[in-house]
């Protein structure tokens, strides 16, 4: 006996999101028949849902269900940082200290992926620098994140924008024994006078 | 800025599969953003297709899409191979050296979360032992399976019907300095002359 193919079917779907390989699948799949007919209506009712009404804000990008996000629309625009994914402006604001705006670029450079400047969304950066004083690059601390960081610094800086880049050191809570070499020494260098 | 509503929903409902917690359900709900609108709809298409036709066969209790599945309708049904989930029997069918029927108890004794005798499908299995010769205990290897394979055992014993249990050892491949103690006793005690 194999697999009913109707559950194969619904293993093989499973093994489209994000870090699903064929066993977790197929627990996901033999969970979905432990649900109620009414839970699984519910379920794909989420998933059209926010397929049908989430999209990008036309301004930095973020996930919204309006053409401008509440961020977009509410906070101050002489400020903007700059993230490569949606989730990563969800991160900055759970710490609610930023008040200015963010651009989402979806992607970071990789050219061994082949995703070069025009994947991502410079473009509409560059069109909405009037009145910015400020860019903040929060993208991540690693190679790719460091390639866009300075990628899209050299192209604002001739413009007469200040360009930042979020600090980079040791984690608060975790111990130097255990701290990798490049953070190390980034967090010597960057030492701050007590 | 909160999560939008839609997405935070969607990420409640993938949190219902097994093993799957907050930040996980997060990944997956950004994939499906990522997916196209028709990918949504053909996962939502897979996922009701599984739940309106896949079903429990009246016999064994395993997995089908008609009233007595397949196993029960061709092979051997002389010996009973009891098993706790129907993910057991596609483990059982990967080895293709069994001829007989499988019975899917649908859990293991567990007193501490509740799960009694009547909670199982053992009333079931005691309706179907007319011509059966052997009883296969192949529940786990731990203390739940083992329990439940000594409750079936006792209850079959009496009515003549020889029970046996899937044997324990070293598994193959791998190395007795990294066995635990319970494994390596069982393996010495059930050792077998060469």
């Excluded at 779907?13 to 033999?30: C, D, E, H, I, S």
């Excluded at 400020?134 to 790719?144: F, K, Q, S």
């Excluded at 994140?145 to 192209?155: D, H, I, K, P």
């Amino acid at each position: 006996m194999k697999q009913l193919d109707s559950i194969a079917r619904l293993i093989n779907k499973f093994t489209k999101l994000p870090g699903v390989g064929a066993k977790t699948a197929q627990r996901y799949a033999y969970g979905v028949l432990d649900m109620t007919e009414a839970e699984v209506a519910d379920f794909c009712d989420a998933m059209t849902e926010v397929k049908r009404t989430v999209r990008y804000c036309v301004e930095c990008g973020n996930l919204t269900d309006k053409d401008v996000c509440d961020i977009c629309e509410r906070r101050d625009k002489s400020i903007i940082c700059v993230v490569a994914y949606p989730k990563d402006v969800l991160a900055l604001e759970r710490i609610s200290g930023y008040t200015g705006v963010y651009h989402v670029l979806h992607g970071t450079l990789n050219p061994m992926e082949g995703r070069g400047p025009d994947d991502l969304h410079i473009k509409q950066l560059l069109a909405r620098l009037d009145g910015v004083e400020e860019v903040i690059m929060a993208t991540n601390p690693d190679v790719e994140g460091e390639a866009t960081a300075m990628y899209v610094a050299r192209l604002l800086k001739p413009l007469g924008i200040k360009v930042t880049r979020i600090a980079q050191g040791i984690s608060m809570g975790s111990e130097l024994e255990y701290a990798d070499e490049v953070t190390l020494s980034r967090a010597l260098e960057a030492r701050t006078e007590l």
